[in-house]
């Protein structure tokens, strides 16, 4: 059966008009934001696999950290880039200095300034006060 084009084109125009609106929005279809870190070997690391620890004097979910100046400088925060968002598990925590600084669980995230590579865990245990942060 042949159709004349005056059929044929209201027909293709229709369907081409559904299909657009089938599309989903670019945003829908980027990559969820990559977490602040991961678990390795049992513990949190930052995109360099450098060991992340946790403060006891912080109080989970308080959203502050209890570590600035000299603190901050041997322990320095696993800081968050401007315009981060909480996500699952991960919270942000406001700096007494401006800064945010990425939460796990509601405990804040610091590096130890003696660990030196990858995979080096000497913060465990510093002072009975710090201790690897565990997924």
Do not use: I
Not at 69 to 85: D, E, Q, R, V, Y
């Amino acid at each position: 059966m042949k159709r004349s084009p005056a059929t044929v084109l209201p027909v293709l125009t229709s369907l081409c008009a559904l299909g657009a609106s089938l599309l989903l929005p670019a945003a829908a279809l980027a990559a969820p934001p990559a977490a602040p870190a991961v678990a390795m070997d049992g513990v949190l690391v930052d995109a360099s696999h450098m060991t992340l620890y946790t403060f006891d004097q912080d109080s989970a979910g308080s959203g502050k950290s209890n570590c600035s100046g000299p603190c901050a400088t041997n322990w320095p925060p696993l800081l968050a880039p401007a315009g981060a968002s909480a996500q699952g598990d991960w919270t942000l925590v406001m700096r007494d200095d401006g800064a945010t600084q990425w939460a796990y669980m509601g405990r804040p995230l610091y590096h130890w300034a003696k660990d030196q590579k990858p995979g080096d865990r000497t913060g465990d245990g510093v002072k009975g006060v710090w201790h690897l942060a565990k997924p």
